[in-house]
């Protein structure tokens, strides 16, 4: 889809190139998708999740593993690098890029997120994921479900139990907290990436969001005082 004068999927390409922490791109496609330099492909699986399984299968070691959407129109090689480095430094074996609902809805005003509530506030994911290590293929499953059920942030915390159903509720754990109770449930260390820029969290699914996305990309080109 173009967004902007380029086409959305370009915009990604451009900002994991340019990035420090990236020694290879993998684009989960058709090749008809488009011609860059340095870019592979990898056949699509049935869906995102089962497409990184597959992946996973077919590329023993290539851990860690950036994992992110071609609908991620507002990516940036800054946030790319501060996501890698904060996941490199943190260490274990699955990171999630997440941002401030609060913040976003605020910069972002009439845009709609999907926010999981915490002790901490509320917070929306930004489509980025750090696979460490190999052992992340066996949150893969579990993926496969969120996929489907992600506007229901509720269904999602209570395939983890209905204690930490109850926790959430009662807002007793932290993000952090609660990343690391779910990690523990399948045996991974998993931690938040928190990004600082709202746009972190933008990513195309409607024609509401292609809007939001072009007018921010204009603004971006503004020239500062």
Same mark, same amino acid.
């Given at each position: *889809?173009?967004?902007? !004068?380029?086409?959305m999927?370009?915009?990604?390409?451009?900002?994991?190139?340019s990035?420090?922490h990236?020694?290879?791109?993998v684009?989960?496609?058709?090749? =008809?998708?488009? %011609?860059?330099t340095?870019?592979? #492909? #990898?056949? $699509?699986?049935?869906?995102?999740?089962?497409?990184?399984? %597959? &992946? #996973? =299968?077919n590329?023993?070691?290539? %851990? $860690?593993?950036?994992?992110?959407?071609? @609908?991620?129109a507002?990516?940036t090689t800054? *946030?790319?690098? /501060? #996501?890698? +480095?904060?996941?490199? @430094? +943190? !260490?274990?074996?699955l990171?999630?890029?997440?941002?401030?609902?609060?913040k976003?809805?605020?910069? /972002?005003?009439?845009?709609?997120?999907?926010?999981?509530? &915490?002790?901490?506030? %509320?917070?929306?994911?930004?489509?980025?994921?750090? *696979?460490?290590t $190999?052992?992340?293929?066996?949150?893969?499953a &579990?993926?496969?479900?969120?996929? =489907?059920?992600?506007?229901?942030?509720?269904?999602v915390?209570?395939?983890?139990?209905?204690?930490?159903?109850?926790?959430?509720?009662?807002?007793?754990?932290?993000?952090?907290?609660? &990343?690391?109770? !779910?990690?523990?449930?399948?045996?991974?260390?998993?931690s938040?990436?928190? *990004?600082?820029?709202t746009?972190?969290?933008?990513?195309v699914?409607?024609?509401g @969001?292609?809007?939001?996305? =072009?007018?921010?990309?204009?603004?971006?080109?503004?020239p500062?005082?």
């Amino acid at each position: *889809m173009p967004l902007a !004068g380029a086409a959305m999927i370009n915009r990604v390409i451009a900002a994991l190139s340019s990035s420090k922490h990236i020694a290879r791109i993998v684009v989960c496609g058709p090749p =008809e998708l488009g %011609a860059w330099t340095n870019v592979e #492909f #990898f056949p $699509p699986a049935a869906s995102p999740a089962r497409s990184t399984l %597959a &992946f #996973f =299968e077919n590329h023993d070691g290539n %851990a $860690p593993l950036l994992v992110t959407t071609a @609908d991620h129109a507002l990516l940036t090689t800054e *946030m790319v690098d /501060h #996501f890698c +480095q904060h996941s490199l @430094d +943190q !260490g274990g074996d699955l990171t999630v890029a997440m941002a401030d609902k609060a913040k976003v809805l605020a910069a /972002h005003a009439g845009t709609r997120r999907t926010g999981y509530p &915490f002790r901490d506030g %509320a917070w929306c994911s930004c489509n980025m994921f750090g *696979m460490l290590t $190999p052992k992340v293929a066996k949150l893969i499953a &579990f993926w496969r479900y969120v996929e =489907e059920n992600r506007k229901k942030p509720w269904k999602v915390i209570s395939a983890f139990g209905w204690l930490s159903l109850l926790g959430v509720i009662l807002r007793v754990w932290t993000l952090r907290g609660a &990343f690391r109770r !779910g990690g523990a449930r399948f045996g991974v260390a998993v931690s938040p990436v928190i *990004m600082p820029w709202t746009d972190a969290a933008i990513d195309v699914d409607t024609l509401g @969001d292609k809007a939001l996305a =072009e007018s921010i990309l204009s603004a971006r080109l503004l020239p500062t005082a």
